[in-house]
């Protein structure tokens, strides 16, 4: 059941998150036309107070549970199902629309994590800020394995977003300081709005709230970002999902070699998902052109975020680590 719970709040892909529910019952020798089963279902949909799924999510899920039941021959004959369906009902339809100010949460709950830690997303916003991404997964997994890498460092991440990756730099890595950057204002406002939720599991991995840092900074300051604090102090930058557009690779490539011609013990983490393998050659052409050498991880991530998004874009994702030459 945990496991369900944890697809659920993480608003994992609908079809294999009920299948999780389905197994578990079927363990118990459950059918889903059970009252026993949709009342069961039903206290584990509505309760995520919390940190809320989105409604329409949980909608869609409920009904995917009834049509389920449906195609078996049932009927949904708990109350309690009806109740919270009635509600989700409701809550979506408050919900509708492309509100671009419309939020919800996505929590993630793992031992290798050491609690729940939690993102507010705004799904529907153009910011892309706003929202989880693929590769961070990977560069939190990543984080998770090899803690020395961290453990005792000060951390930049470029382009933090909603701060997850950062947040587990200084939980599970045991980084002595951590930098979340990004450059909007509703980005920035959001990272610190993470970053209080989660003062609770950064309270239960032993993390100083102050380890966070929520910083601005633009990356086509160049001059000025070579004695920004978040460059100079830092031992180790990272970044995910940020190779994707070719317009700001001149400057993101800056700020990388800056940061590395600091010194030949420096090294920077990026996490890639290969959309367009043309766009990250030309960032890896640049980097070389800047003095930076690169050496590809071989690393396919540990199943902490295992089905929260599809198999294959986790295939797509690649590691690699930066130096100085």
Known sequence: METFKKHFTAMAPLAP???????HQATLSRCPSSVEAQDEFAECVSSDAAFPVGAGYKLK???????????????????NFSEVMV?????????????????????????????????????????????LWEAGYILAEFICDNPSLFAGKTVTELGAGCGLTGMIAGSVGRAKRVFVTDYTVETLDNMRHNVEINEAYLAVTETPLDVMT?????????????????VTD??????????????????????VSTFLSQSREKVCFIATTFRNEK??????????????????????????FEGVWNVCERERVKMHMFRNK
């Open 17 to 23: 998150t009920l299948q999780l529910f389905l197994d």
């Open 61 to 79: 899920l409920l009904n995917l549970y009834a049509s389920k039941v449906e195609r078996l021959g049932g009927f949904i004959e708990s109350d």
């Open 87 to 131: 509600a989700a009902m409701s809550n979506a339809k408050l919900d509708d629309g492309m509100d671009p100010e419309y939020t919800c949460c996505q929590s993630f709950a793992d031992a290798r994590l050491g609690g729940v830690v939690a993102s507010r997303i705004y799904p529907r916003h153009n910011d892309v800020g706003l929202r």
């Open 214 to 230: 929520v910083h601005h900074l633009d990356w086509s300051q160049t001059a000025k970002n070579s004695t920004d604090v978040c």
């Open 234 to 255: 830092a031992d180790v930058m990272m970044a995910a999902d940020c190779v994707y557009d070719v317009c700001v690779i001149p400057c993101l490539v800056e700020t």
């Open 279 to 304: 766009t990250f050659a030309l960032f890896i052409s640049e980097l070389e052109k800047a003095g930076v050498q690169y050496d590809s991880l071989v690393y396919e991530g540990n199943g902490t």
